[in-house]
């Protein structure tokens, strides 16, 4: 009894440490968004946010879903001492990221220009975009490997604080310095951030990688790799989708400036709660992966409970600060943006606290193979999320796009849940240890 209550002090410490960094980090993107925010104009507010939503996606693509199979499948190799097969998996990650950026980037510069036609100043911020694609997936990629060698503080930070730390402290210099703040700057000094944490993620996993570098002789990767490696792609990248598609159909059927600006922002404040998922996820990924490599599904029911312990009132308390002060956060901003993104800061904070609330199901299901249901209910919830888009953004302009989010997102999360609740039961009664 003893050992479980000191692991289970020892499990909430780190993820308190998590949460911190996370919540750090996440004030000082809702800093950067704010001062642009206030900075540029309208037009040029929704050209950084467009140009942003994109780079997101495209990271999305790019990454291959190779950084969530590294998560899924390196602790186990670690802690079982498989340092060749784990180096092997690291080489063919970097090559296949690497590759698919170059391609990725150059294809989507081709659309931003031949046809989407985008204005001068967003197709030069979508460029830089572009151009910095290789940077970012190679720093989400070791911050996984990192977390998979048990050090998931240290990956939060670089990608979590570290990145938008150095963003604000350029962007504050050069709006200091007689130079333009313009959208295709804020880009810059995104890209920026991005750099320093490569250089700083690089050093920590070659520190953090204990096992003898003699023999890690490049071998042919496991053809099982690019299969298993898939599903993790596909759901990333139709996460991505519908994560970013309110934005950009905002931009695209352009009710106004106003409205898709109002909604970034909403989304960026709602966004708090999601990086509660963001930051300890990869904690509680990693112990799945082991958990599960064990056999003790037995654990991965009480790691459930102790998670529910402390996310639970804090999701509630998250809830009651945005009903109470939506409008004025929103003001922070600019004021149009409380009477365009009020009510949709609102639904955004309940959809986001409950993603947050049922996140690891689907991690769960796809660690546990069920792939084909999984990736059916996200397409579902996707193709569901965009004939709403279509529909209820010219008439609702912000909110309706919260609306369509609201309601994919619940349905696909909500299911998921369920699916790996009884999948759960179902592995306690076969393994009853």
Same mark, same amino acid.
């Given at each position: ?12 410490a ?14 000082l ?19 950084y ?5 994109i ?5 999305a ?26 180096a ?11 590759a ?12 931003a220009r031949e046809?989407r036609?985008?204005p001068?100043? !967003? @197709? #030069?911020a *979508?460029? /830089?975009?572009? =151009?910095?694609?290789? $940077?970012? %997936?190679? &720093?989400?990629? +070791? ?15 670089? !990608? @979590? #604080?570290? *990145?938008? /730390?150095?963003? =604000?402290?350029?962007? $504050?210099? %050069?709006? &200091?310095?007689? +130079? ?12 920026g951030?991005?750099?320093?944490? #490569?250089? *700083?993620?690089?050093?920590w ?6 096992g003898?570098?003699?023999?890690c ?12 490696s ?5 759901y ?16 695209w ?20 709660a ?5 930051a300890?996820?990869?904690k ?6 082991v ?15 102790v998670?529910?312990?402390w ?27 409380a ?8 639904l955004?904070s ?23 249901l ?21 008439r609702?302009?912000?909110t ?9 997102m ?5 299911f ?8 759960l039961e ?8």
């Amino acid at each position: 009894m003893a050992d479980a209550e000191r692991e289970r002090q020892e499990h909430l410490a780190e993820v308190g440490c998590l949460a911190a960094v996370g919540v750090i980090g996440q004030f000082l993107t809702f800093a950067v968004t704010v001062l642009l925010a206030r900075s540029l104009s309208v037009e040029g507010f929704e050209t950084y946010v467009v140009a942003a939503a994109i780079y997101l996606l495209l990271l999305a693509v790019a990454a291959q879903g190779l950084d969530k199979y590294a998560l899924r499948l390196m602790p186990g190799k670690f802690e079982c001492g498989q340092w060749q097969l784990a180096a092997d998996l690291f080489r063919f990650g970097v090559v296949r990221i690497l590759a698919g950026a170059l391609i990725v980037g150059a294809l989507a510069a081709l659309w931003a220009r031949e046809i989407r036609e985008f204005p001068a100043d !967003t @197709l #030069l911020a *979508v460029y /830089l975009g572009c =151009l910095f694609l290789p $940077v970012g %997936v190679l &720093v989400n990629f +070791l911050a996984a490997v990192l977390s998979a060698t048990g050090d998931c503080v240290r990956a939060a930070f670089a !990608t @979590l #604080l570290l *990145v938008p /730390l150095v963003a =604000l402290v350029l962007i $504050v210099l %050069v709006a &200091v310095a007689p +130079l333009p703040l313009t959208s295709t700057s804020a880009i810059a000094c995104w890209a920026g951030g991005w750099l320093v944490a #490569l250089v *700083v993620l690089g050093c920590w996993v070659h520190r953090a990688w204990s096992g003898s570098r003699q023999g890690c002789r490049s071998t042919e990767p496991k053809p099982s790799w690019r299969r298993a490696s898939l599903p993790f792609w596909v759901y990333r990248l139709a996460m991505g989708v519908v994560a970013q598609s309110g934005v950009v159909m905002l931009d695209w059927l352009q009710p106004s400036a106003t409205a898709t600006g109002a909604y970034a922002a909403a989304l960026s404040m709602a966004s708090v709660a999601a990086i509660l998922a963001v930051a300890t996820n990869r904690k509680y990924a990693r112990e799945l992966s082991v958990l599960m490599e064990r056999g003790d599904y037995r654990a991965l029911d009480r790691y459930r409970r102790v998670r529910l312990q402390w996310l639970v009132p804090t999701l509630a308390l998250f809830l009651a600060v945005v009903f109470l002060f939506a409008d004025p956060l929103m003001e922070l901003f600019r004021p149009e943006f409380a009477t365009e993104g009020g009510v949709a800061f609102r639904l955004l904070s309940v959809t986001i606290a409950a993603t947050v609330l049922f996140g690891l199901a689907p991690t769960y299901l796809k660690y546990r193979g069920h792939n084909l249901l999984t990736f059916s209910t996200l397409v579902i919830c996707a193709l569901l999320q965009l004939v709403l888009l279509w529909w209820l953004v010219p008439r609702f302009e912000a909110t309706g796009a919260a609306i369509a989010y609201m309601l994919s997102m619940l349905l696909m999360y909500g299911f998921l849940a369920v699916l790996a609740h009884y999948d759960l039961e179902g592995l306690r009664r076969d393994h009853p240890r």
